[in-house]
């Protein structure tokens, strides 16, 4: 890790370990090298940095174009290897970075739900992930995130102190979709994406709280 990014790192890793008593769950199950494609669950602005921080590799972060208007912070962003895409995550632009991070050998996080759970249940992927899982080779690794909603939910003003819990999925395989996708219509495909969105977020939801949890990781 380069020092910046490990300084942050380290820093939410201790915060989230002290401040909201998390604990991780088969960190083991995360490729040690190459292309990763993280999808997760998204209740909380938390999420992104209480993932990045369980990781013992550098990450890519999404974050919405207007959060770049600013000289300073979009530095700071573009350091921390936060790329903008927009609100969905689906624009041409936004996908080519994506995919040409994967291409590169870099593990991404995506939220297949698009945004921020209103109520902390989980809800229907939208088509863009399946779209880069079947575009791209990259292993797929669903992550569920416990306690973040009731941490710092949309609807709160400020944080409070409440447990969290992050558990990793095994490698997901869609290699049967994405043999289909070469030879698939333009309508099909459409069907193929949702269809391998869907399957990641079923992934997210299998991962129940406190079951198989027999690797944890402490600080």
């Given amino acids: 890790m380069r020092l910046g990014y490990y300084l942050l790192w380290h820093f939410f890793r201790i915060l989230f370990r002290i401040g909201f008593a998390r604990r991780i769950y088969h960190v083991e199950r995360v490729p040690s090298q190459g292309?990763?494609?993280?999808?997760?669950?998204?209740?909380?602005?938390?999420?992104?940095?209480l993932i990045g921080s369980s990781l013992p590799r550098e990450i890519t972060y999404l974050?919405?174009?207007?959060?770049?208007?600013?000289?300073?912070?979009?530095?700071?962003?573009q350091y921390i290897?936060?790329?903008?895409?927009?609100?969905?995550?689906?624009?041409?632009?936004?996908?080519?970075?994506?995919?040409?991070?994967?291409?590169?050998?870099?593990?991404?996080?995506?939220?297949?739900?698009?945004?921020?759970?209103?109520?902390?249940?989980?809800?229907?992927?939208?088509?863009?992930i399946g779209l880069l899982a079947i575009k791209s080779d990259a292993p797929i690794l669903p992550v569920r995130v416990f306690g973040t909603f009731e941490?710092?939910?949309r609807h709160m003003k400020w944080p409070r102190l409440h447990p969290v819990d992050i558990k990793f999925g095994?490698?997901?395989?869609?290699?049967?979709?994405?043999?289909?996708?070469?030879?698939?219509?333009?309508?099909?495909?459409?069907?193929?994406?949702?269809?391998?969105?869907?399957?990641?977020?079923?992934?997210?939801a299998d991962l129940e709280p406190h079951q198989e949890c027999d690797t944890?990781?402490?600080i």
């Avoid at 494609?37 to 909380?44: P, Q």
């Fill in 81 to 128: 290897n936060v790329i903008p895409v927009d609100r969905g995550g689906k624009s041409p632009r936004g996908l080519k970075v994506i995919a040409s991070r994967l291409k590169a050998g870099h593990p991404v996080i995506l939220f297949p739900e698009g945004t921020r759970s209103s109520d902390g249940k989980l809800r229907q992927a939208k088509s863009g």
């Fill in 63 to 77: 974050a919405r174009d207007t959060l770049f208007r600013f000289p300073i912070f979009a530095s700071f962003l």
């Fill in 151 to 153: 941490a710092y939910g």
């Fill in 170 to 204: 095994r490698v997901l395989d869609l290699k049967h979709l994405r043999a289909e996708a070469k030879t698939a219509s333009k309508d099909r495909l459409k069907a193929i994406y949702q269809e391998a969105a869907d399957a990641i977020m079923q992934a997210i």
């Fill in 216 to 218: 944890f990781a402490g």
């Fill in 35 to 49: 292309p990763v494609l993280i999808a997760a669950n998204h209740a909380s602005f938390m999420d992104p940095p």
